[in-house]
C-alpha cells in the first residue's frame, strides 16, 4: 500500500478463519484502520491482493463483488456514523431488512429479534441517534450487521470510546455472536488486554510492517 512517497505497508501477509479472531494492534498513525478498510474492500491496494474465498477482489465479477460486500462487513469505533440522524433506528433497521428482500411483514420479528440480540428494550427503535448514548448505538451497529449474516466483520477499534462496563458488554456480544455464527474477526485496537482477551492469534503493525507474537 503506498501513500505519496513512501510505503504504508510492505510485505503483509495474514489471515482471517472463520469463528477465529485475529487481533491487530499499533501505534497511531501506523495504518490499522488503512489496512482494516483494504480488507475490507472500501480501499484499494496499490500493491498487493486482497483475497476471499480464493478469489482476488480485483478480478471480482459484479455478482461476487456484491456478494463479498455483504459476506464482509465493517465495524466503526464511532457508533454514530453508522447511523443516518435524521432517521429513527427502527428506519434504519428496516431499511437493512428491505435490503434483505424481507418481505414487510415480517420486519417486526425481525428487529425485535435484533433488538433481543443486542440486549435493548423496543423503545430505542423510536428514537434517533442523537437520544441514545455511544454504547447503545455500538450495540445496534453490531445487531444491525448481523442481519446480514456476515462470514467476516473487521471490527476497528470497536470499544475504544466506551467506558468499561459498556466495553465487557460489547466484547461478550461479540464473542456470543461468532460462537454461534462462526464469524471470524479482524479486531484493530490498541488496547493489549482486549486484544488478548478476544484473540486466537495477533500481531503489531510497526513501520510499514507486521509481526505476529505470542
Not at 480488507?39 to 474465498?53: C, H, R, V, W
Not at 443486542?118 to 450487521?145: D, F
Not at 466506551?162 to 465487557?168: C, G, H, I, K, R
Amino acid at each position: 500500500m503506498l501513500s505519496p512517497g513512501k510505503y504504508v505497508f510492505r510485505e503483509i501477509s495474514l489471515e482471517i478463519r472463520p469463528g477465529k479472531t485475529f487481533g491487530l494492534m499499533g501505534l497511531s498513525g501506523e495504518g490499522k484502520s488503512t489496512l482494516g478498510r483494504v480488507i475490507a474492500g472500501l480501499e484499494k491496494p496499490t500493491a498487493g491482493s486482497i483475497y476471499y474465498n480464493c478469489l482476488p477482489l480485483s478480478g471480482m465479477k459484479k455478482t461476487e463483488h456484491a456478494a463479498f460486500r455483504r459476506r464482509v462487513q465493517i465495524m466503526f469505533q464511532d457508533p454514530m456514523d453508522a447511523f443516518n440522524p435524521r432517521k429513527k433506528i427502527g428506519h434504519s433497521v428496516s431499511e437493512v431488512l428491505t435490503l434483505l428482500k424481507v418481505p414487510k411483514v415480517k420486519h417486526t420479528l425481525k428487529t425485535e429479534e435484533m433488538i433481543i440480540t443486542a440486549g435493548l428494550p423496543k423503545e430505542v427503535l423510536s428514537r434517533y441517534p442523537s437520544q441514545l448514548s455511544g454504547g447503545q448505538l455500538q450495540r445496534l451497529a453490531l445487531g444491525r450487521i448481523l442481519l446480514l449474516s456476515p462470514e467476516y466483520i473487521i471490527l476497528d477499534e470497536p470499544t475504544s470510546a466506551l467506558d468499561v462496563s459498556v466495553q465487557a458488554h460489547i466484547l461478550h456480544m461479540l464473542r456470543k455472536a461468532q460462537a454461534e455464527r462462526n464469524t471470524g474477526y479482524l479486531l484493530i485496537s490498541h488496547d493489549e488486554s482486549v486484544i488478548r482477551f478476544m484473540s486466537d492469534s495477533c500481531g503489531v503493525l510497526e513501520n510499514g510492517q507486521l509481526k505476529l507474537i505470542d
